[in-house]
T-cell receptor, first 113, second 114 residues
Framework: DAKTTQPPSMDCAEGRAANLPCNHSTISGNEYVYWYRQIHSQGPQYIIHGLKNNETNEMASLIITEDRKSSTLILPHATLRDTAVYYCIVRVRGSSNTGKLIFGQGTTLQVKP | DAGVTQSPTHLIKTRGQHVTLRCSPISGHKSVSWYQQVLGQGPQFIFQYYEKEERGRGNFPDRFSARQFPNYSSELNVNALLLGDSALYLC?????????????FGQGTRLTVV
């Protein structure tokens, strides 16, 4: 079972910031939070990941609470092309240190004009 | 740079047949994982291979098997196909730097069993 909980759907106006929440209250100290998104019928696309500090890249920002039990993915200026299913994943580390990804249902973000 | 490539992109099979799906990882990536995504659900982990050895297996029947070759490419085999095997099959290659792992997915193979 997925270790994360996300709202099933969200709407966002084009040009506004999209804030996608995720709860991961049972996260372990050595587990990272990963975000992927999946545009219809394509493979999931890596967005960002973090351990405990806030992270930012060209696609998004990731805010992780101090207790690490929740996080928020921020798309600063959402466009119509950001319409997708967004998955928050806590990475399980395998014996080879590469680990598998356990996907939940994700949040369907609909960006509207 | 070439990303993860999967072949074929689409496939139609009949119940009871077997199928082989192929995946080429990103150059330099030694780990390949397979996922099944049924319509309306998130991807479900099937297998992980690292350096040609199976390192993880999800809750799938023995009809599902996989292998990884010396060039790190991989095949997923499914025998005795059932209608419920119809899904998007995703391959991901990953690389670990220190304690961080990044996985990159291919576009998938859409399998339809009729």
């Amino acid at each position: 079972d997925a270790k994360t909980t996300q709202p099933p759907s969200m709407d966002c106006a084009e040009g506004r910031a999209a804030n996608l929440p995720c709860n991961h209250s049972t996260i372990s100290g050595n587990e990272y939070v990963y975000w992927y998104r999946q545009i219809h019928s394509q493979g999931p696309q890596y967005i960002i990941h973090g351990l405990k500090n806030n992270e930012t890249n060209e696609m998004a920002s990731l805010i992780i609470t101090e207790d690490r039990k929740s996080s928020t993915l921020i798309l600063p200026h959402a466009t119509l092309r950001d319409t997708a299913v967004y998955y928050c994943i806590v990475r399980v580390r395998g014996s080879s240190n590469t680990g598998k990804l356990i996907f939940g249902q994700g949040t369907t973000l609909q960006v509207k004009p | 740079d070439a990303g993860v490539t999967q072949s074929p992109t689409h496939l139609i099979k009949t119940r009871g047949q077997h199928v082989t799906l192929r995946c080429s990882p990103i150059s330099g990536h030694k780990s390949v994982s397979w996922y099944q995504q049924v319509l309306g659900q998130g991807p479900q982990f099937i297998f992980q291979y690292y350096e040609k050895e199976e390192r993880g297996r999800g809750n799938f029947p023995d009809r599902f098997s996989a292998r990884q070759f010396p060039n790190y490419s991989s095949e997923l085999n499914v025998n005795a196909l059932l209608l419920g095997d119809s899904a998007l099959y995703l391959c991901a290659s990953s690389i670990t730097t220190g304690v961080r792992t990044e996985a990159f997915f291919g576009q998938g193979t859409r399998l339809t069993v009729v």
